[in-house]
């Protein structure tokens, strides 16, 4: 009798255990679904740390930040679709992959292109 007990307490500790498991899983999982772009995430020091030494100087002839006439003109050219990918991807062997923010998801340049182009006065 005690042993039956014993049994059925073990199946029901295990049923719990895997309950457990399933939410915490599920739950660990769901930020990096559904928040891509990671709480607290900085575009401005995103941009000054990685973007900066090129897009502000206009070094190599980036588009510099303060330029709202060329990014004005990349952005009707191209479309912000497209200067995502060339973020993404990398841009005639110049700009660099990821704007050299390797720590960067995609979401996040997504953002960040949206501050460069707010910031640079382009619409
Ligand atoms: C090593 C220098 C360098 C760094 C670092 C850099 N860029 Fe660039 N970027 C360039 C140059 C140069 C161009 C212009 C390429 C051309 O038009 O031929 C450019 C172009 C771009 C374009 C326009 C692409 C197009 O299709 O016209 C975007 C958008 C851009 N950069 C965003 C960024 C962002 C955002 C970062 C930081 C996350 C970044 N860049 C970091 C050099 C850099």
């Not at 030494?53 to 070094?59: L, V």
């Amino acid at each position: 009798m005690k042993a039956v007990q014993l049994v059925k307490s073990a199946i029901a500790m295990s049923g719990l255990t895997l309950a457990i498991v399933a939410a915490s899983s599920a739950s660990a999982e769901a930020p990096l679904t559904l928040a891509q772009v990671s709480d607290g995430f900085d575009p401005a020091a995103t941009y000054a740390r990685s973007c900066g030494a090129c897009h502000n100087s206009g070094a190599a002839g980036a588009p510099r930040l303060s330029d709202t006439e060329e990014w004005q003109a990349r952005l009707e050219e191209k479309g912000k679709d497209q200067l995502l990918t060339h973020l993404i991807e990398g841009y005639n062997n110049i700009m660099p992959a990821k704007g050299m923010c390797f720590t960067c998801t995609n979401e996040e340049l997504a953002v960040v292109l949206d501050y460069v182009l707010t910031e640079s006065g382009a619409e």
